[in-house]
Structure formats: structure tokens, C-alpha cells
């Protein structure tokens, strides 16, 4: 019998380095230009060509913002769905691997039966028409993956439990900068609410002036009346920035899988807006399609796709398995297992796919457009990323430039009114001209907050569109894995 199973082992085996279907390669795209050569610096900020850091929101050097980023990868309900995601990958991956291992089971069976004693039955049975039948034994069985169809389904697989922890590391990169863009707004509304509290208390003082000079007959009751009307003015604004405020840190909560409220004595206290970096890392264009997660998903996705055109060409081809069983049958417990009650099958079976109706035909020339989609949505994707890094640059650096401007712009303004006040104490001008100053000051002092904050809002956006760093959960792929591009199929 052994001589006789050789061959075919030993053919099949010399088969299943066979694997139909074309092979993955990484698509090869041109990269766009030096990031830091087409986008000029500010006297504030520096982009050097070096890569992101992982944990890219210590760029800000603030321990609040760098404890709520340290919380949120554990807590956050998005990163957990997402976890459990590429935990079901994992498990898919195990299942679809075993379809390339021999499949052993065993069985076991007792039944009592009656037959009709005058029947031709009882005959077999010496006279007895009531036995006992044991019954129990193993069977094995084992597809030869001659044509590659489990090694290629394996290889979807895997390329899709990729993709997953690819879907993880973007949910991981949003939050953490959903995070780090609402602590952001909650120190800019901190900010505004300082500016408006100063200014509030500046306003009182001109309004107790105001009350004195008109006591004192030196001026009218309409300075009066525009000292009280800036104060109203300020009071009004003031509720709708703590709301703001308050409906933020609601939001962080919320990312952080909390209850409302919970982050209120953590983060009520004023603060100030983080400071931002002198020198910004954003590395080299060609970094961008191994650090962006999206990139990496889309690219596992057509790695996948790529494969199950394999799967779907092998189903044209016979499938051969190995099949055998072993057990023992007998009427007596007692002679169960015995040698004599042994009985066995080896041997190959095939099957040939003569007639399906055209499934399989459409089966194949349905994966082959699925794989021009996602060959298709790959290039989507990567181009997408380039324009949102040139984008986020463009308004990160104009932002820094604007701002530098704006922060002259304040210091003319507090100028202006400290001279104004001084005047006006000294009756050289009227009311008028102190609160037309004292307006253009306010107004100056939050449009440089707020574009201070939009600066910091514009790095976070620009770390997000680099990809964040690199995660470290998966191995770093290199260039050298793949080049040229992945084609669509051909017969």
C-alpha cells in the first residue's frame, strides 16, 4: 500500500509550489517635491526634514494635554471597536489557515436494535433479535493546495488582518487628534475669557471715571452712557465663551469614554494655550506612504483583492484530497478495538468543476474588477494624502505669519489706549476716542488669540496629515518590498 501512496504524495507535492494568479506588488507612485524646500518659514517656526514622533502632541511640551493623549488610547469606544475589529481579523486569519492543514476527527457510536425474529435478518443474529452495535473510530482528511487556492486565500487574509490594524492605527490617530484640537480650544476660550475679564475690569474703571467727571460737571451723561454700554457689551459676550468652554471639555469627556463633567476640575481651571515648537518635523515625501495608516489600509485592501483572484482561478482547477479512516465495529463490547474488528479506507478523491453555470467565470471576472477598484481607490487615497499635507502647510505657515503680525499689531493697540486713557484723564480728548480705542484693543487681543489658537489647530492638522509617527504595532515596511505597480489581472 505504502509504495503504492508514494507517487502521489510525492507528485502533489512537487504541484504545490504552484500558485495561480498574479502576485501582489506595491503600487509605485511619484512622489511630490521636498516638503520644507516649497513651503517658507516664519521667524517662529522651522520645518526640518527629520520624521514626526510617534507621540507627536509632547511637540507642545504641555503635561494636560500629554495626560488626556496617554488615557485616551485605552479609553476611547472607537479604538476599542476598532481593536475588537482587528481582533476578528486575527481570528479569520487562523480559520482560513487551517483550511491548508489535514483534518482529523473521531466518533464514536453504541445502539441497541431489534430485528423481526422470523425475518431473514435473525439469521445473522443467531436467533437473536435484540444486539448490540459498537461503533467507533477515526477519519482524516487533507486537501493538496496544488494550485495555490488555500495559499492564496491565507494570503487574502492576511493582508486584510493588516488592513484592520491599518483601520486601527487611523481610529488611534483621529481621537488623539480630535484630543489635542478640543484641549486646544478649551485653552483658547480660557484665553478669550482672561482677554475679556481684563477688559471687563478696564471698562468698570472707565465707567467709575465717566460717573466722576459728569459728577464733577467736566463732561455729559452720553460718556456715561458708552462707558455702561461697553460694560453690558462685555458681560453679554462672556456667557457664550464659558459655554463653549464647557461644551469642550464635554467633548474630551466624551472621547475619553467619560460622563459629562468629569474632565470640569481637571481642565476649568484658565489656562493658556499650549506654546508651540520652534522647529516642526514632516520628514520626506517618500515617508508618507509607510507612516499614514489610510495609506497602508488602502494598500493592504488591494493586497487582498490581488489574492482572491488566485482563489477564484484556482476554482477552475480539480481539487485532490488525501482521505483515510480507521475504526472497529462489533456486536461485543468485548471485542471492541480487537485487531480482527478493524476496518480502514485510504486513498485520493477528486473533483472537477465540468459545469457551473458560469459562476465561476463570474466569480473570477468579479474579483478582477474589485482589484481595479481598489487599485484605483489606492491611488485616490495617496493623492488625497499629498493635498491634505500641502494644504495643512500652506495654512500652518500663513497662520504663523499672521500671527506675527497680529502680535504687532496688540502691542499698537494697548499702546494706543494707555495714551488715550492718560488724555482723556487730562481732558485733551472725549469718551468717544478712549472707548473707539479701547474696542480696537479688545478686538486686537482676540483675533491674536484666535489666531494663535488656529496656528496650534493648523500643527495638529499637519501632524494628522503626515500620519502621526509611526505606531510601532506592526513591522515598518520598507521600499524595497515592492516597486512597480499592481496591474489589474489578465487571463
Not at 493546495?145 to 495559499?151: I, K, S, T, Y
Not at 454700554?229 to 463653549?244: K, M, R
Not at 484723564?425 to 488656529?454: C, H, P, W, Y
Request: aromatic share 6%.
Amino acid at each position: 500500500m505504502a509504495p503504492r501512496l508514494a507517487a502521489p504524495v510525492v507528485f502533489a507535492s512537487l504541484l504545490s509550489a504552484c500558485t495561480v494568479g498574479p502576485d501582489f506588488t506595491r503600487p509605485s507612485l511619484t512622489s511630490p517635491g521636498s516638503l520644507v524646500a516649497e513651503h517658507p518659514a516664519s521667524s517662529g517656526t522651522q520645518l526640518v526634514e527629520t520624521s514626526p514622533k510617534d507621540d507627536w502632541w509632547t511637540s507642545f511640551n504641555d503635561p494636560a494635554l500629554t495626560s488626556l493623549e496617554q488615557r485616551v488610547a485605552s479609553l476611547n469606544l472607537d479604538v476599542k471597536a476598532a481593536s475588537a475589529r482587528l481582533a476578528q481579523a486575527r481570528a479569520q486569519r487562523r480559520i482560513t489557515g487551517a483550511d491548508g492543514l489535514p483534518a482529523i476527527g473521531g466518533a464514536a457510536s453504541y445502539a441497541r436494535s431489534r430485528t423481526n425474529p422470523n425475518g431473514p435478518s435473525a439469521v445473522l443474529h443467531n436467533g437473536s433479535p435484540e444486539v448490540d452495535l459498537f461503533d467507533g473510530g477515526f477519519d482524516a482528511s487533507w486537501e493538496l493546495d496544488l494550485w495555490g487556492r488555500v495559499r492564496r486565500s491565507v494570503e487574502a487574509a492576511g493582508a486584510r488582518y493588516d488592513a484592520a490594524g491599518n483601520y486601527r492605527r487611523l481610529a488611534l490617530l483621529l481621537v488623539e487628534a480630535e484630543v489635542a484640537r478640543n484641549y486646544v480650544a478649551v485653552r483658547g476660550s480660557q484665553s478669550q475669557l482672561a482677554v475679556l475679564n481684563d477688559n471687563l475690569g478696564i471698562a468698570r474703571n472707565s465707567v467709575a471715571l465717566t460717573r466722576s467727571r459728569f459728577n464733577n460737571g467736566v463732561t455729559t451723561r452720553l460718556d456715561v452712557a458708552n462707558a455702561e454700554a461697553q460694560v453690558s457689551s462685555i458681560e453679554a459676550t462672556i456667557p457664550t465663551v464659558e459655554a463653549e468652554r464647557d461644551t469642550l471639555i464635554n467633548a474630551l469627556s466624551q472621547l475619553l469614554a467619560l460622563q459629562p463633567r468629569a474632565l470640569e476640575n481637571e481642565l476649568a481651571a484658565n489656562g493658556v494655550l499650549p506654546a508651540r515648537p520652534s522647529m516642526v518635523a514632516v520628514g520626506v515625501p517618500s515617508e508618507l506612504l509607510l507612516r499614514r495608516p489610510d495609506i497602508q489600509q488602502a494598500e493592504d485592501d488591494l493586497h487582498a483583492a490581488t489574492a482572491e483572484i488566485g482563489v477564484a482561478k484556482a476554482d477552475f482547477l480539480p481539487r485532490i484530497s488525501l482521505n483515510g479512516s480507521l475504526s472497529s465495529q462489533t456486536f461485543q463490547l468485548s471485542s471492541f478495538g480487537s485487531w480482527g474488528s478493524r476496518q480502514f479506507a485510504i486513498g485520493p478523491s477528486i473533483t472537477l468543476p465540468f459545469f457551473q453555470g458560469g459562476r465561476l467565470r463570474g466569480t473570477l471576472d468579479l474579483r478582477k474588477a474589485e482589484q481595479q477598484e481598489a487599485a484605483i481607490r489606492y491611488q485616490q487615497v495617496v493623492l488625497s494624502a499629498w493635498h491634505e499635507v500641502d494644504d495643512a502647510l500652506i495654512n500652518y505657515t500663513a497662520e504663523e505669519r499672521r500671527r506675527e503680525s497680529l502680535a504687532q499689531n496688540v502691542a499698537q493697540n494697548e499702546l494706543a489706549l494707555s495714551v488715550a486713557q492718560r488724555r482723556y484723564r487730562e481732558g485733551a480728548i472725549d469718551f468717544l476716542n478712549v472707548l473707539s480705542v479701547q474696542k480696537s484693543s479688545l478686538e486686537a487681543k482676540s483675533e491674536a488669540i484666535r489666531s494663535n489658537m488656529t496656528a496650534s489647530l493648523n500643527l495638529i492638522k499637519l501632524f494628522k496629515a503626515l500620519g502621526g509617527g509611526w505606531q510601532g504595532e506592526f513591522p515598518e515596511r520598507t521600499a524595497a518590498q515592492s516597486t512597480t505597480a499592481a496591474a489589474p489581472a489578465k487571463d
